[in-house]
């Protein structure tokens, strides 16, 4: 199997399984309790908390753990929106969020009274800055813009998009479930108020997540209960999956620079070999500005569904967009952004390496990928027409 879908999720570290297994039997103590075993799981916490807060250049008591990047993602836009709804009203974010904030801000829009909005993005998926510090009125509390995209790994300004949110007096929030750990953030130089991260994106745990809150911030608790998380997220905390996260956390950031130069090049090697060597295809998302391990290309006159279910019976992982979109047949709303024809985004597919994957898996990869894009084009009725019309018939 050739696994090319390290953006819906990674393979969890063994270092990271090996951390863990200790808090499952031997370290199983709450850690709101008094008794030796309970402090061990209480110090593990502190431990992934610092670990994590390390990576961003933030304070331990500035990371609030979660169940994930969703988690994250509603807490930041609805806590943050009822904390601040007597400033205002008014949310910026863009149109190639993932539906995590997507839907969060419909909801926030059908329900709660908040205005939206949606920030258009060039070609390349990069945010429209001009466009963005237009959009900020007085009732305007907070903008969202991710870090990286999901789908065309497209890296935002957000360096910029901070300065203009500090310089307007607003919060900044960032989705950062894709760049944590794959591209340097420093939430102070970044200007950043709150950061959504998620453990299994990089190769740590399943169900885990944080929410960076920059201490000053005042959202709302999320969960009402205990008194976890200074309590703002109230529940027994996920031991094992702190302690994997942190170490995760920490792998992520040390192997950064190596790894993602080796992904780089495996990167460009597989996205040049398919642009030279299959025709009527295009690369989605910014050349340069892109996520070390990010390729999407979209094939035109064949369908990316039936694309990925042969490739499936070579063995190899890959989608077509994000894992959410895949199963309706609505194209996805980041190649209708930057401008793809609904067809055309049809025929799109998404490979993300890991820094297990090397030049010859790719080889292997491109070859099936011709195989079968030649095949499909064969029994499309489009493909012929248009062959007709290039050999002037
Ligand atoms: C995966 C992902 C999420 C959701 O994270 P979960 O931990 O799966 O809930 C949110 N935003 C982006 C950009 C993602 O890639």
New binding site residues.
Partial sequence: MIYLDN?ATTKTAPEVVEAMLPYFSEYYGNPSSIYAIAGKSKEAITKGREQIANVLGAKPEEIYFTA????S?NWALKATFEAYKNKGNHIITTKIE?H?ILHTCEYLEKERGAKITYIGVDENGVVNLDELEAAITPETILISV?AAN?EIGTIQPIKEIGRIAKEHNILFHT?A??AFGQIPINVDECNIDML?S?G??INGPKGI?FLYIRKGVKIRSFVHGGAQERKRRAGTENVPGIVGYGVAAERAARTMAERTAKEIEVRDYLINRILTEIPNCRLNGDPVKRLPNNCNISFEFIEGESLLIMLDMKGICASSGSACTSGSLDPSHVLLAIGLPHEKAHGSLRLTLSEEITKEDVDFVVEQIKAIVDRLRSMSPLYEDYIKKQQGK
Wanted: no cysteine.
């Fill in positions: 953006a994930g990047g969703s988690e993602d993932h995590a991710m999901n989705d479930v894709q959504s998620s299994h994106k997540g």
